[in-house]
């Protein structure tokens, strides 16, 4: 079992930067792919990057890339995301998961730990 508890989030105003963190229970963090996932309201839950075991592989999704930047610090057992440049558009409630996988997954249903998420609102 593994809990994730997110924070960092805030209200921003676009082009401002905001920092994410998710830390881990227990001591199998870096046995877990990490991803960040966001949900806007009345929007479904999407993918925005994850990471790898030992961070070797990251990815973003499309509308980020350039702008966020995922890491991981397994003696920490966390993981940020840092945002930069934000935009109107990625104003959404932020979550961490974890997933027992090899390659990073970009569905939600591959994921198997959740956290409570954080609120992220940028002002235009």
């Known amino acids: 079992q593994v809990q994730l508890v997110e924070s960092g989030g805030g209200l921003v105003q676009a082009g401002g930067s905001l920092r994410l963190s998710c830390v881990a229970s227990?001591?199998?963090?870096?046995?877990?792919?990490m991803g960040w996932f966001r949900q806007a309201p009345g929007k479904e839950r999407e993918f925005v990057a994850g990471?790898?075991?030992?961070?070797?592989?990251?990815t973003y999704t499309d509308s980020v890339k350039g702008r966020f930047t995922i890491s991981r610090d397994n003696k920490k057992n966390t993981v940020y995301l840092q945002m930069n440049s934000l935009e109107f558009e990625d104003t959404a409630v932020y979550y961490c998961?974890?997933?027992?996988?090899?390659?990073?997954?970009?569905?939600?249903?591959?994921?198997?730990?959740w956290g409570q998420g954080t609120q992220v609102t940028v002002s235009s």
């Open positions: 998961a974890a997933a027992r996988a090899l390659l990073i997954p970009l569905r939600r249903t591959d994921y198997d730990y």
């Open positions: 227990g001591r199998t963090f870096s046995t877990y792919v």
């Open positions: 990471i790898s075991r030992s961070a070797g592989s990251i």
